[in-house]
Each structure stands twice: as structure tokens, then as C-alpha cells.
């Protein structure tokens, strides 16, 4: 598995990727940095450029990644630059997402491993990662990668977010 950046060549997989999140009622995809409400592939790629280089109005700088085998994406992931007290709270450095097809075969771990080195390759010596407190997959993907739970933080609605750190 590697960690590829998007590009136009990504297109049919990468709505495909997105299609097999709505068909099993996902509206909201982790870590794909908007492909799931982008009207176009290329409105996405151009979302992901302006986010990249630090010129988006509202997004901090972060990074986007297809998690590919054998030209197949089998995941997506965002890594943020550096924090903002939102993410801070209940996001996080890293945001990602396994295609649903592929679930529960270790891809997401992996994913995290990659994203990781992408981390250390960005100079971001200790990564925050969360989850929502019921997803114990994704809790258990973050315990793979060395994460200590640091706290939960419970938002103005009562979700719960477990915040790990990670020294990379």
C-alpha cells in the first residue's frame, strides 16, 4: 500500500471510492477533505490545491492521500498541517477512511502507519488522532499505531470524541 496524491488519472476510482460510502448510507466521509459534498472531481482537485498551499479561506493547510494497492483506492487520508483549537478539541492531525468493501482486513491500521511518516516527513513530532467514542474500529487502529488516550472531549451536542496522541 502507498499514500498517492490525487489526481485527475483518479477520477472513475475515486467516484466510485465515494459512491460505495452514499450506497451504504455514509453521507460523510472521513478524512476525504470534501469529495463527498464536491459537485465535480475537478471542483475537488482544485479545493484540494487551495487547502494544500494555504490560500483557502476557511480550511488550514492539510494534505490528502488515496491509500492505494494495485491501483485500487482502498482508502483516503488528511493530514493537517498544524492545529486549530477545533482541532484541537475533535479532530485532530489525521482524518481518514477505509472503502467499505475493504473493512476489517487491517487496511485502516496500515493507513494510519503511512499517514504517520507522512507526519514525520512534515516535521509534526507528535500526531493528534480521534474518534467518535463508539467506533471502536477506528479506536482500535490508533491503539495499533501507539496511541495514549489522553481524554474524551464531549461537544455542545454529547457526542463524545476520544483524543489520542501519537509520538511520531
Same mark, same amino acid.
Given at each position: !500500500?502507498?499514500? @498517492?496524491?490525487?489526481?485527475?488519472? =483518479? /477520477?472513475? /476510482?475515486?467516484? &466510485? *471510492? $465515494?459512491?460505495?460510502?452514499? +450506497?451504504? %448510507?455514509?453521507?460523510? @466521509?472521513?478524512?476525504?477533505?470534501?469529495? +463527498?459534498?464536491?459537485?465535480? *472531481?475537478?471542483?475537488?482537485?482544485?479545493?484540494?490545491?487551495?487547502?494544500?498551499?494555504?490560500? =483557502?479561506?476557511? *480550511?488550514?493547510?492539510?494534505?490528502?492521500?488515496? &491509500? @492505494?494497492? #494495485?491501483?485500487?483506492?482502498?482508502?483516503?487520508?488528511?493530514?493537517?498541517?498544524?492545529? #486549530?483549537?477545533?482541532?484541537?478539541?475533535?479532530?485532530?492531525?489525521?482524518?481518514?477512511?477505509?472503502?467499505?468493501?475493504?473493512?476489517?482486513?487491517?487496511?485502516?491500521?496500515?493507513?494510519? $502507519?503511512? &499517514?504517520?511518516?507522512?507526519?514525520?516527513? !512534515?516535521?509534526?513530532?507528535? &500526531?493528534?488522532?480521534?474518534?467518535? /467514542?463508539? #467506533?471502536? %474500529?477506528? !479506536? /482500535?487502529?490508533?491503539?495499533?499505531? $501507539?496511541?495514549?488516550?489522553? #481524554?474524551? =472531549?464531549?461537544?455542545?451536542?454529547?457526542?463524545?470524541?476520544?483524543? *489520542?496522541?501519537?509520538?511520531?
Amino acid at each position: !500500500m502507498q499514500l @498517492i496524491k490525487p489526481t485527475p488519472a =483518479h /477520477k472513475e /476510482k475515486a467516484l &466510485a *471510492y $465515494r459512491q460505495a460510502h452514499f +450506497d451504504i %448510507g455514509e453521507t460523510q @466521509i472521513q478524512g476525504d477533505n470534501g469529495l +463527498d459534498e464536491s459537485k465535480t *472531481y475537478e471542483d475537488w482537485l482544485a479545493h484540494l490545491a487551495l487547502i494544500e498551499a494555504g490560500k =483557502h479561506e476557511i *480550511y488550514l493547510p492539510s494534505s490528502t492521500y488515496f &491509500a @492505494i494497492i #494495485n491501483e485500487d483506492i482502498l482508502g483516503i487520508v488528511d493530514i493537517r498541517h498544524h492545529l #486549530n483549537d477545533f482541532l484541537l478539541k475533535s479532530g485532530g492531525h489525521i482524518g481518514y477512511s477505509v472503502h467499505p468493501q475493504h473493512r476489517r482486513k487491517g487496511h485502516a491500521t496500515q493507513i494510519l $502507519r503511512l &499517514a504517520l511518516a507522512k507526519c514525520k516527513e !512534515m516535521s509534526i513530532e507528535k &500526531a493528534l488522532v480521534t474518534c467518535d /467514542k463508539e #467506533n471502536t %474500529g477506528s !479506536m /482500535k487502529t490508533i491503539l495499533n499505531n $501507539r496511541g495514549v488516550l489522553e #481524554n474524551e =472531549h464531549v461537544d455542545d451536542k454529547g457526542q463524545v470524541t476520544l483524543r *489520542y496522541w501519537i509520538n511520531v
